[in-house]
């Protein structure tokens, strides 16, 4: 049954695949070499290629960072800090990018484009990772000090190899988002094969050369999740008891703390300051500022209810994939768990169109109906979901199962009694990411939605997309403190994890 579930979740992640494929193939083979070939697509792969690379390097780099000063170091006012650190993930990209546009045009730019997509997406490096960290048993890396190993010794050859999951499923993430980045890369002005999509679909309406640009967005995706599959290796990290119950050893920054300290208000000023004043002050001074305070409560609660109906169904989606891929480990459930991630490469546009298509051709009922939008929400942001949920899975040792089995729990029982509770905070997490990622949503939002449905991110980019900034500031602030919660939830569920 669990199979024929997963199955059935895989098939459903791979409509957009068939679709893109499907319509590529309209293109005779000539003609698609011919398009590829064209100089315009050589930039956009080489914008696309080092924007990727850069990108998950600095967001890695800086999640990985501020995690370990967070958690390793006597840096003073941890919890501020841990804090400050997740706040950047109730920012939306295309709202960052919006501040800092709306701030000064020297940020239209490759420098600027990697600045803004780190400033936003390193938290999906920087939660995971503090949450390992706070995992590790601290004897391991007491072990390797006692043994002479140095603070970077230990780091590089004890600690990180130990959080290697963590830290590569963040990356993943962050790849995948910037894949698929459109919102933030658009007033930016850095073209990518993402932001030609949509372009290519909205000049010239040409479905199989999009398509076929989605396409090598998809040939990306499995790149990175062969990499990623090849570094997590198969080595099983679940065990029984806590560990060592004392606190680690905290690094004494001495005189590097004023500038590690100097480098965190950075951050803080970088990712939080300048688009919470941009913000503010197109509020105040923009001259198309007109706030109609009912819509906005309006427009705030249905973002609302989306985000609470796709976190949950992503979720509840989830933990079927991820049972398969951890508890009964082979190719066919491998596949199952890798086929999630390939629609999350596609822009929203993408997956729109193919559930359009299917919808329209199959259950023309289902057409503009919330349904279809929530299965859209599903299958982009489940990876997110599937991260989260396999995180905490995998701690779960296989051995309490058997027991409640010899104990004559049926399997159900056994998940609901055993697994379940002890899965419930990566559950929480998952819920609240993809939440987060439903309320933000764009493009496939704009297709897929009811008619007279907006949400908060709609109604901005109508707004922002034609220089209306005092007219959108209200919707991005709202998008923003919504978020909040979200971003609350997963900051204290990475600090309540016990070693």
């Given at each position: 049954m669990l199979l024929l579930v997963g199955l059935a979740v895989a098939v459903l992640a791979l409509v957009p695949l068939g679709y893109v494929v499907t319509t590529t193939a309209e293109l005779g083979r000539q003609e698609a070499v011919d398009f590829l070939w064209r100089p315009r697509i050589g930039e956009l792969l080489w914008n696309t290629v080092r924007l990727l690379v850069a990108g998950v390097?600095?967001?890695?780099?800086?999640?990985?960072?501020?995690?370990?000063?967070?958690?390793?170091?006597?840096?003073?006012?941890?919890?501020?800090?841990?804090?400050?650190?997740?706040?950047?993930?109730?920012?939306?990209?295309?709202?960052?990018?919006?501040?800092?546009?709306?701030?000064?045009?020297?940020?239209?730019?490759?420098?600027?484009?990697?600045?803004?997509?780190?400033?936003?997406?390193?938290?999906?490096?920087?939660?995971?990772?503090?949450?390992?960290?706070?995992?590790?048993?601290?004897?391991?890396?007491?072990v390797a000090t006692s043994l002479g190993r140095s603070g970077w010794s230990v780091f590089t050859r004890v600690t990180l190899p130990a959080i290697s999951p963590a830290v590569l499923g963040g990356a993943l993430l962050v790849g995948l988002h910037l894949l698929a980045e459109y919102?933030?890369?658009?007033?930016?002005?850095?073209?990518?094969?993402?932001?030609?999509?949509?372009?290519?679909?909205?000049?010239?309406?040409?479905?199989?050369?999009?398509?076929?640009?989605?396409?090598?967005?998809?040939?990306?995706?499995?790149?990175l999740l062969g990499l990623e599959l090849l570094v997590r290796g198969r080595r099983r990290r679940a065990r029984?008891?806590?560990?060592?119950?004392?606190?680690?050893?905290?690094?004494?920054?001495?005189?590097?703390?004023?500038l590690v300290l100097a480098a965190l208000t950075a951050v803080a000023l970088w990712a939080l300051a300048v688009p919470l004043y941009a913000l503010?002050?197109?509020?105040?001074?923009?001259?198309?500022?007109?706030?109609?305070?009912?819509?906005?409560?309006?427009t705030a609660g249905t973002t609302l209810?989306?985000?609470?109906?796709?976190?949950?169904?992503?979720?509840a989606v989830a933990v079927p994939v991820v049972w398969l891929a951890v508890r009964h480990r082979g190719l066919l459930t491998t596949a199952i768990e890798r086929s999630v991630y390939t629609a999350s490469a596609m822009p929203g546009i993408v997956i729109a169109?193919?559930?359009?298509?299917?919808?329209?051709?199959?259950?023309?009922?289902?057409?503009?109906?919330?349904?279809?939008?929530?299965?859209?929400?599903?299958?982009?942001?489940?990876?997110?979901?599937?991260?989260?949920?396999?995180?905490?899975?995998?701690?779960?040792?296989?051995?309490?199962?058997?027991?409640?089995?010899?104990?004559?729990?049926?399997?159900?029982?056994?998940?609901?009694?055993?697994?379940?509770?002890?899965?419930?905070?990566?559950?929480?997490?998952?819920?609240?990411?993809?939440s987060l990622a439903v309320a933000t949503?764009?493009?496939?939002?704009?297709?897929?939605?009811?008619?007279?449905?907006?949400?908060?991110?709609?109604?901005?980019?109508?707004?922002?997309?034609?220089?209306?900034?005092?007219?959108?500031?209200?919707?991005a602030l709202a998008l923003i403190v919504l978020s909040v919660p979200s971003t609350w939830i997963l900051g204290s569920l990475s600090l309540r994890t016990t070693r």
């Open positions: 390097v600095a967001s890695t780099v800086l999640g990985v960072a501020g995690a370990w000063v967070v958690e390793r170091t006597d840096v003073p006012a941890r919890g501020w800090w841990h804090a400050v650190l997740c706040a950047p993930l109730a920012v939306p990209a295309f709202v960052n990018g919006y501040g800092w546009v709306s701030t000064t045009h020297a940020v239209q730019s490759f420098p600027g484009a990697v600045m803004v997509v780190t400033l936003s997406y390193y938290p999906l490096v920087y939660l995971p990772t503090v949450a390992a960290l706070r995992r590790l048993d601290p004897a391991v890396e007491e919102g933030a890369l658009q007033l930016l002005n850095y073209p990518t094969l993402t932001t030609a999509i949509l372009q290519q679909y909205a000049t010239v309406f040409n479905g199989p050369e999009a398509t076929l640009l989605a396409l090598v967005l998809v040939t990306f995706c499995l790149l029984v008891g806590s560990g060592s119950s004392g606190v680690p050893v905290r690094v004494a920054l001495g005189r590097y703390r004023p503010t002050r197109w509020l105040v001074r923009g001259t198309s500022a007109s706030l109609d305070v009912g819509e906005l409560a309006a209810w989306l985000a609470l109906l796709g976190g949950l169904t992503a979720t169109l193919a559930l359009v298509t299917v919808s329209i051709r199959v259950v023309p009922t289902l057409y503009q109906t919330v349904l279809v939008l929530l299965l859209g929400y599903t299958i982009l942001f489940l990876p997110r979901a599937v991260v989260s949920v396999r995180s905490t899975f995998e701690l779960v040792p296989p051995g309490l199962e058997e027991v409640a089995r010899n104990l004559g729990c049926s399997g159900p029982a056994v998940a609901r009694r055993v697994t379940l509770p002890l899965v419930l905070p990566g559950l929480a997490a998952a819920t609240a990411l993809v949503e764009l493009t496939a939002t704009l297709l897929l939605a009811p008619l007279g449905t907006n949400t908060l991110a709609t109604q901005f980019w109508s707004d922002a997309s034609s220089i209306q900034y005092g007219a959108a500031a209200p919707y």
